[in-house]
């Protein structure tokens, strides 16, 4: 099975930095997805890592260690538009199509 | 170009009914995948399609089941609605199995 952890919250303050743990056990491994979700919006796409290391995109980032099954995503720049729901998710198997979301993390950006 | 398209957005049905939801994937994305989120349990997959053919199905009771069709369009069904149906029905599309999935806007279905 799979078992996908990250917090429940944080609150950070507009221009500031904040980083989102994401700790998983799968049954296989092949990929780790970050998605932002806005209340009543659809989960956008912002990062997909397969091997070890650090992806950037602008302002937000996303890591990966397949040795501790941990992941973060990183945003910098803290602005308002950030607060939503960041949803971490593992595909198992390459032949395993489905993704293992974890239950969310509500970031809220304070001016 | 065109996103996912999931018809309706909402949809209030009774207990014992059933629903059928529907999901038109980006073009040329052949792989369409269904979530229901719930604040309770997240997201939760369903199943998940490609050339027609169903190649992954999650946890969930056989009154909910899909299908694909020849242009990669999928549908959902969901029999003898219960009052715990009550959710967001995600749908996915990718162009293959390596790439990221993007969703729909979804269907919020409420069961009464």
């Given at each position: 099975?799979?078992?996908?952890?990250?917090?429940?919250?944080?609150?950070?303050?507009?221009?500031?930095?904040?980083?989102?743990n994401c700790t998983y056990q799968t049954s296989g491994f092949n990929g780790l997805f970050w998605y932002q979700q806005h209340a009543?919006?659809?989960?956008?796409?912002?990062?997909?890592?397969?091997?070890?290391?650090?992806?950037?995109?602008?302002?937000?980032?996303s890591f990966l260690s397949r040795s501790k099954g941990y992941s973060y995503l990183l945003l910098k720049e803290l602005q308002m538009k950030d607060s939503a729901s960041y949803l971490c998710a593992a595909r198992g198997s390459?032949?395993?199509?489905?993704?293992?979301?974890?239950a969310g993390t509500t970031v809220t950006v304070r001016a | 170009k065109a996103g996912v398209t999931q018809t309706p957005r909402y949809l209030i049905k009774t207990r014992g009914q059933?629903?059928?939801l529907s999901c038109s994937p980006i073009s040329g994305h052949r792989s369409?995948?269904?979530?229901q989120q719930t604040p309770g349990q997240g997201l939760q997959f369903l199943f998940e399609y490609f050339s027609e053919t169903q190649r992954n199905k999650g946890n969930f009771p056989g009154r909910f089941s899909g299908r694909q069709f020849s242009n990669s369009?999928?549908?959902m069904n969901v029999s003898t609605l219960e009052l715990g149906d009550s959710a967001l029905y995600l749908c996915a599309s990718s162009l293959s199995s390596g790439d990221g999935y993007t969703f729909g806007s979804g269907t919020r279905l409420t069961v009464v």
């Open positions: 099975g799979q078992n996908i952890d990250q917090p429940t919250e944080m609150t950070a303050t507009e221009g500031a930095i904040v980083q989102i009543g919006e659809a989960p956008t796409f912002l990062s997909y890592n397969v091997l070890d290391g650090l992806e950037e995109k602008g302002r937000f980032s390459a032949n395993d199509y489905k993704l293992s979301f974890g | 059933q629903v059928t369409v995948s269904w979530y369009r999928s549908e």
